[in-house]
């Protein structure tokens, strides 16, 4: 069974074989560049559907579907600097939105900067992401 320290690994090879998509839906339509999020779909489920290049609304609940997608990317969410936003599912009810939390940092430039973060800078912090994982996981253990 894979942890989600080899999905987040399989996730930065996705993204450094296949590039990275920010652009509408979750899969470029004229390369094999996907998104973040559907890069950790595709290292945890092994597959790539169809609709993360057709469908928004179902590519989001394909991956919110997936505990270990899930998982990875909410570990990614964990290493970024900014506050994971929220979602309101019914009056007065909101929830986390890793996902949107995610895939924004991506294509979406910081404060203070013009660009969105390059592909290298999207890879280094998943592998962040998973080193943090890693040494939670050791420290827990030595505890």
Known sequence: MQTTADILTE???????HGLHTGEQFAATDSDAVDICAAAYMAA????????????????????A???????????????????????????????????????????????QTEPPTTSEVIGRILRARNNLTTQTTTAHAA
Do not use: N
């Open 45 to 64: 489920e092994g597959l790539c559907p169809i609709e993360f290049s057709t469908d928004e609304i179902a590519s989001i609940r394909l991956i919110e």
């Open 11 to 17: 996730t930065a090879h996705i993204i450094t074989t």
């Open 66 to 112: 997936s505990a270990p997608a899930m998982a990875a990317i909410r570990a990614i969410s964990d290493a970024l600097d900014s506050s994971v936003c929220e979602t309101e599912i019914a009056p007065g009810v909101s929830v986390p939105d890793y996902i949107e939390h995610v895939s924004q940092w991506a294509m979406t430039p910081g404060i203070g």
